[in-house]
């Protein structure tokens, strides 16, 4: 069976005021071209379909008539909500479609979905795990010291039967130790790390969660990154689409189908009449740092003559190289800020539950911001 592997849509998201609706609509249209090309017969798509809880109409719309044309082609689709998706707006009506193919993970309940398929080398299952946190695994595992996201997926993983001698695929949304994150993603301190070593029976793990492509520890657990670039840290990435072609156990190939975006996102950097030469025009996004010591007058409205997308604009020069010097040692995580604010006040640390609602809630005030 092939499938194609892709995560974090996130539709619908604004990047420093820009609305990428026009964006994901091309890159939606290039993966169903893609599809067309090389005939799937399923598609993962591991969760953050959309940017917010509550997505806007236009987001909605655009992933309705994804998910349509998905279905024209008779390609399977299976999906799980990611931690910037309401589970429930995700897969309301969700036991309603599987018979037009469309399999949705639900909020996590006890057990995880499992659909199996079948093809010339027999069953295939594809397990289905949603975003996964403490705070909602607890209350089916009483008797299980639940504290970490590690502790949770451990518990989610050791209460299911899967059987190795037939292949398994599982949809995860979660952040595995020493993967490669990029700005747009928030992790606070330890507490989301989840160990690879956890994911050891699926011969295939589909994850989202982090924007770069990559493979960790093993070629068979991967994040297929984002579609799109969605900030100045993911200049330099290579977006794609996953390919995995799993014939009988044990063999499998994964290819990388790259991506060209509507307008690509770059960073620029030099001094004002460097960079205002009109032979650099692009209607691409762009990060633009100037390094004159003195400020041009109306200096944006002349750039945006010749970049009219620019996401932002900053100077770089002795007098700002000043005024942020911050020594790297005083650098910390939100969470570590707010652990010590809560010492100097209480005298006393904070408790498990007290640091997993603060990640929480600073997850949340994350997400709400983009």
């Known amino acids: 069976m092939k499938f194609f592997h892709i995560a974090d849509l996130h539709l619908g998201i ?3 005021e820009f609305s990428m609706i026009e964006d994901q609509q091309h890159i939606l249209d290039e993966i169903l071209q893609l599809a067309q090309k090389y005939q799937p017969q399923a598609i993962l798509i591991a969760g953050d379909v959309y940017d917010k809880a509550t997505p806007s109409t236009d987001a909605v719309k655009l992933l309705e008539n994804f998910l349509i044309q998905l279905s024209y082609l008779k390609i399977n689709i299976y999906m799980i909500p990611g931690n910037h998706d309401s589970p429930e707006r995700v897969s309301f009506v969700a036991p309603l479609l599987h018979n037009s193919g469309l399999y ?16 010339e080398f027999g069953n295939l299952n594809f ?3 949603p975003y996964i946190k403490p705070a909602a695994v607890r209350q089916y ?15 989610v993983l050791q209460n299911i039967d899967v059987d190795t001698s037939q292949r398994n695929i599982l949809l995860a949304h979660q952040f595995i130790t020493n993967a490669t994150t990029s700005e747009s993603e928030l992790h606070i301190g330890g507490l989301e790390n989840v160990n690879a070593d956890l994911f050891a029976p699926f011969d295939y793990v589909a994850l989202g969660h982090l924007h770069k492509p990559q493979r960790i520890f093993r070629d068979e657990l991967r994040y297929s990154g984002t579609p799109l670039k969605y900030s100045l840290s993911e200049v330099a990435h290579k977006k794609t689409v996953t390919m995995v072609d799993i014939l009988e156990k044990g063999n499998l190939t994964i290819s990388e189908l790259p991506l060209t975006p509507l307008r690509d996102m770059h960073e620029i950097k030099g001094s004002f009449d460097e ?10 996004y762009v990060y633009i ?18 970049y009219p997308n620019i996401m932002k604009l900053q100077y770089e020069n002795r007098r700002t190289e000043t005024a942020n010097f911050t020594p790297t040692s005083t650098l910390k ?18 408790t498990t539950e007290q640091e997993e609602y603060s990640t929480n809630l600073l997850q949340k005030i994350k997400e709400e911001s983009i």
Not at 106 to 112: A, M
Not at 141 to 155: C, E, G, R, W
Request: glycine fraction near 2%.
């Open 14 to 16: 604004r990047i420093n």
């Open 104 to 119: 949705i993970s639900q909020t996590y309940n006890g057990n995880l979905a499992k659909i199996t398929a079948t093809d």
């Open 127 to 129: 397990w289905l795990m």
């Open 141 to 155: 595992f009483p008797k299980i010291s639940i504290k970490t996201h590690n502790d949770a997926v451990l518990a």
């Open 275 to 284: 960079i205002c030469n009109p032979k650099n025009a692009t209607n691409d």
């Open 289 to 306: 740092v100037l390094t004159d010591e003195l400020e041009e007058p109306n200096v944006i409205s002349r750039l945006r003559e010749i």
């Open 333 to 350: 995580l939100p969470l570590e800020l707010l652990q010590e604010l809560y010492f100097f006040q209480n005298g006393t640390p904070m």
